[in-house]
């Protein structure tokens, strides 16, 4: 009996404190659930993810501009995967006990690397665009140097809006929102910058990226068209043929990681407008922080040349003199 009544008692995350938050009571096995599910996708993520990125920085076969927005993008999605235990600890534990100023930190991390994905998708979506329905162009306009000035420059926008995002909220504040209680940390958000970072970051980038994906799709499909009835009639297929059915097929895969990104993310953009159960929020949270899982998944099977280098890595044949020059097959 005197158990029962302990167990019932009110725990706080600070009991030394008087403005302590709640502590939200959790069942043993939850505890266990969680935190084996975060860690297993937390070393599956920076597992596969690195292996991209050692990938297509020591092969220099790789060394394309799109291949170059690949390695951006699994750089962001390893960072997901770095702070995912954090994450699993505050919705476990519901309480923050690392301060005020590491928290306004996690926040500006977190909502970079968010508004860093959406990011990359649209340069991913752009370098498809040019590739598959200016091909002739292509190498002039699209060139290694410039991706990389352009990531550059999306990284530096996105940290500044974050910053400003938060600093407008008040996060950088130690004394920041007295109403809320000591132990926590949300990102509270005013309606104004809901409305503003939904903009940005969700009504604009998509519909752009669903475009230019439709006009890819159906340049592919009259590509492929031509190319078939020339191999059927028997007719010579030039190498620019085989060429463009690559980039079609290229496209088709950087598709697929898109429509991965949708699934997972507008379910967190429609129900951040919306009042749900915090159990559903964090279910919705933690697909988000999947969608870092998934992108290597469709690299590998779709992407002959991850397999390859991915084995060379793994049997650490990648430290072999010369072994990045090594006939790593680009086509897709």
């Not at 403005?19 to 297993?40: D, P």
């Not at 927005?69 to 519901?94: F, H, K, Y």
Request: hydrophobic letters at 50%; glycine letters at 4%; charged letters at 10%.
């Amino acid at each position: 009996m005197a158990y029962e009544i302990e167990d019932q008692e009110t725990q706080y995350c600070f009991p030394d404190i008087n403005s302590s938050c709640v502590k939200e009571k959790r069942s043993s096995q939850g505890y266990i659930i969680i935190y084996l599910f975060a860690s297993l996708l937390s070393a599956w993520t920076v597992f596969l993810n690195l292996l991209v990125i050692i990938s297509i920085s020591h092969f220099k076969k790789l060394h394309t501009p799109t291949n170059m927005i690949i390695l951006s993008l699994a750089v962001n999605d390893l960072l997901i995967g770095v702070v995912m235990p954090i994450e699993a600890i505050r919705q476990t534990e519901t309480c923050w006990y690392f301060g005020n100023i590491f928290c306004g930190l996690y926040l500006l991390f977190i909502s970079l690397l968010m508004s860093a994905s959406l990011s990359n998708l649209v340069l991913i979506a752009v370098d498809r665009y040019v590739a598959v329905c200016h091909p002739l162009l292509y190498p002039q306009k699209i060139t290694i140097t410039k991706t990389l000035m352009i990531i550059c420059l999306s990284w530096v926008w996105l940290s500044a809006y974050s910053i400003a995002l938060l600093i407008n909220n008040g996060y950088f504040d130690t004394s920041h929102r007295s109403d809320e209680c000591y132990g926590e940390c949300l990102a509270i958000i005013s309606f104004s910058w809901i409305i503003t970072d939904l903009f940005m970051s969700f009504m604009f980038p998509c519909p752009l990226i669903m475009m230019l994906y439709l006009r890819i799709f159906y340049v592919v499909h009259q590509q492929v068209k031509v190319i078939n009835s020339l191999m059927k009639g028997g007719k010579c297929v030039t190498e620019g043929s085989v060429k463009r059915k690559s980039e079609s097929k290229a496209a088709l895969t950087l598709g697929i990681i898109v429509a991965v990104y949708m699934l997972c993310w507008i379910p967190y953009y429609i129900c951040s407008l919306i009042v749900i159960s915090s159990t559903a929020m964090i279910v919705i949270i933690w697909a988000v922080y999947a969608n870092s899982a998934l992108n290597p998944l469709v690299y590998a099977l779709f992407y002959p040349w991850f397999k390859k280098t991915a084995k060379l890595i793994v049997t650490l044949k990648i430290l072999q003199p010369a072994s990045s020059l090594s006939n790593i097959c680009t086509q897709h």
